[in-house]
């Protein structure tokens, strides 16, 4: 039987976790501002996690959105990050139509599945979620431009 059907294997979850622990290391280092956008690997490669013929695509991020945020950005980039999505979040709450109720629960979801995989920042799932809370957004404001 293979490794990937066996319920209880534990390669992967002992991966992410040493994945996430390299973040948080790495976060603790550069705490305000992080160690820049892109550079992830790099600063993996100066910690030791990995090795110079190890950087590939793999090392540029973390196997959480949330982690890499904070390991990239620092608490300041961190901050901000939450805030944006608070605000998103507060202002999807408000709406009453499909299209918003739709962009509510998918960001909650996003924001559930970013916690164990860096899904957050692929292009297309960034595409869907903008595409939605821009329409939620948009016919919110049609609406009250028309009750006016």
Known sequence: MGEGIRLE?????????????HAISIFKKYPVFGVGFNAY???????????????N????????????????SGLVGGLAFCNLVF????KLTRQTQ???VVALASLFA??????????????????????????SINQSQEENASSS
């Open 9 to 21: 294997r534990e390669n992967s979850i002992l991966a992410r976790i040493e994945n996430w622990s």
């Open 41 to 55: 690997k790099f600063a993996q490669e100066r910690e030791g996690y990995i090795t110079s013929t190890d950087r």
């Open 57 to 72: 695509h793999s090392a540029s991020g973390s196997d959480s959105s949330f982690l890499l945020v904070l390991a990239t």
């Open 87 to 90: 605000q998103i979040v507060k």
């Open 98 to 100: 499909k299209v918003g």
């Open 110 to 135: 996003l924001l559930g599945h970013s916690w164990f995989l860096n899904s957050y920042f692929y292009l297309w799932i960034l595409v869907w979620i903008s595409t939605l809370i821009g329409l």
